[in-house]
């Protein structure tokens, strides 16, 4: 029982790493061109290092003039949260909130061989004003009815834009760092912004996609994109060299993007190749500890069964045969196991679903890859765990077996104390990670991040609703404040923890052009320092009030150091074309994720040019709070949409990768120890067993039951001891590795390592003290006695 259960529980850890790690592994790669579709990307080298995903609009037309190699180019530009809305033929209308739109080129659908359910796709993207959809977002507005003719209202700033629905796509079977709910023609984008924008080779705001006409060309292509890169961005003040030291685009192959690709403008959070080896070495030390539980039990049958195998060899059984028996009996065994496997696979897989934040069905582990994995893996661990247990069958001396001499010495032999030691490595080295991660995590939750995050509600604000909010936030402040525990209200443009444009501020008579880096910029009103309760640390808050026809800036402290002003307030700056008066300094605070840390940042005094209604709400009225401004929202703009969401919860979402690692790390270490436990479970029995008679003679000497169990318990301590100090080295190193890509990041302390070997300690103890209690109380006479 405790082989069978041991080796199922680490065949179905295995096989729930392999179901993960494959399906990571296999991202993009479902699109039949896969293999030769690459992103351009542009690496900037010189003073503004950034590595961006997106590049200039006119990369893609121009491109294909340098590397004949490209047969096609495609381009997607994201085009953010939008209100999307259907009239249906009664008169009522739906709507909904869609963040997962872009501006398609018609290229996109030929490129990634996307199907259609409906429509052409030939045509589906030529028109403007056209837009493709999902067929979960079509069935969401239009039911089971074929969309393709019908409208959607898409509201944009002040206007109400009716798109034709062109085509519904099928589903994609596999994953894709290509996250859509609905694609909008380009030529719908370009006649809705000015041709300078179009053209303009700074402005990095379209993803670019490049086919080559032969996989095999890659090298080729990927060697010429500095004469690319030089020829684009070529001008009369700069030469080549000077370029190329600025400035660097590349091909990246999309089947890389999902594990290795952290750039800036990515299209979302990507996974990191790291968590795959880390499963993966998690998986293979799992599967060994089940696979040396079961080795050792083996072993102890076999002991066991001497004086049986003996008279087997005497009666003529040959070497080959016993091995055979042997490994017969360890594969069924196996065979036993692997049942287990597949019902614990089923009976833990929405556990894990909702532990890692995927999908998975139990039709996944059938998959025809998966199912040959299962037996090459059944086949190496029966090879790896019969073959040293049969050996060590067929080596026995009948002689000697017959006589009763079971073993030579009344403990456990040399190598199954290496595997013991292996075990308790394993073991200790998963609760190190785990304590690790978690504390990291909360470093995330607890770390100051300059502002109060606390109960701050964010409303996204869409279409003619914004304009009208914006005009009337004097009345809805006067309102609101002071009702239901809402203190502050604030109009901006970002979120805390979304993505912040980039663009150079220019300060008058500051003329090194080594001062004028690329900064992060957003817009607000003045109201936004005292409701992020944001800490001013030179000057004043913008204007007070809206008379002011200009516009002002505050910058943070990383702002204030990147542009190496020694008293910035009062002097003038300019980004964007809009020029104002630097009002004040706010000390630093974590705008972004903490994977990075603070950078530079502009505030730019303008209402106009905000997308969110920020609120800051004190005391237990949170939902009453929620519910007036809800009604005062409606009474502004009637019907409209109201969406909220908490900037401490959208901060939280920044960590899913490494809340995903934790929760693998303490599943897989629970079970890690669970399998540990049923081996020393076994052992200790065996080892028990084996020196009833030497404590029979210890208690017939006046030894205490105390010290006895102390005795039989000191062995197994000793193991965790060994494998404390041979783990403790690596573990330090690669948890320390791991932090290293955090800008903010714990210190590793000695107590995190010294707690995982007490943990283990106190494991084993409670796993062998059973043994050692039941056979302390055996009656001595009983126990010496020989006939």
Known sequence: MLNIAGLALAMACCLFIIVYVKDELNYDKGFPKANRIFRITNEGLGKNIKHLAATSPVVASTIKNYIPEIQQTGRLHYIGSQLIAHERDNGTEVKFEEKEGYHADPEILSMFNLRFIAGNPHTALNDVNSVVLTAEMAEKYFGMVSPVGKTLIVSRDTDRIVMKVTGALKPLNFKTHLKFNYLISMSTFNASVDEGLLTSKRWSGFYTYALLDDAKNYARAAGKMKEFTAGFYASPTETREQVLREQLFHLQPITDIHLHSKLEKEMNANSDSTYIYIFSFAAILIMLMGCINFMNISILQSIRRMKEISVRKILGATMKQMMVQTLGESYLHILLSVGITLFLFFLFLPVYNELIGVNYSYRDVFEPENVIILLLLIIAVGLLCGLYPATFVSGFTPLNALK????????????????????????????????????????????NLGFDKQQLLAVKLFGDTREKVIQSIGTLRGQLLNTNGITEMSLVSRLPGERLGMDQFVVDNVPDVESRPEVRFMWADENFVPAMRLEMKQGRNFFQGNSSSGTAFILNESAVKALHLKSPVGMVGTIQNNKGEIAGVVKDFNFSSLHAGVEPLVIQYDPNKTNY????????????????????????????????????????????????????????????????????????????????????????????????????????????GIAFLLVSPFAWWSMNKWLSDFAYRIDLQVWMFVSAGALSGIIAFLTVVSHAIRTTRINPIKSIRVE
Not at 412 to 440: A, D, E, H, M
Not at 637 to 642: R, T
Not at 672 to 686: A, E, N, Q, W
């Open 613 to 720: 209604l920020l609120l800051k709400v004190i005391g237990r009225n949170v939902q009453e709070a929620i519910h007036q401004l809800k009604t005062k929202v409606n009474d502004i703009s009637p019907g409209a949409l109201f969406s909220y969401s908490f900037v401490d919860e959208n901060l939280d979402r920044l960590y899913e990768s490494e809340k995903r690692m934790l929760n693998v790390f303490t599943f897989f270490t629970i079970l890690s120890i669970i399998i540990s436990c049923l081996g020393i479970f076994g052992i200790s029995s065996y080892v028990s067993n084996l020196r009833i008679k030497e404590i029979g003679i210890r208690k017939v000497l006046g030894a205490s039951s105390v010290h006895l169990i102390l005795l039989l318990c000191k062995q197994f301590l000793w193991f965790v």
């Open 404 to 447: 009763g001499k079971k073993t030579s010495t009344p403990s456990i032999g040399p190598l199954s104390k290496t595997f013991i030691v292996f075990q308790f490595i394993v073991s200790i080295f998963l609760i190190i990670c785990t304590i690790v991660i978690n504390r990291q995590m909360l470093l995330f939750s607890n770390k």
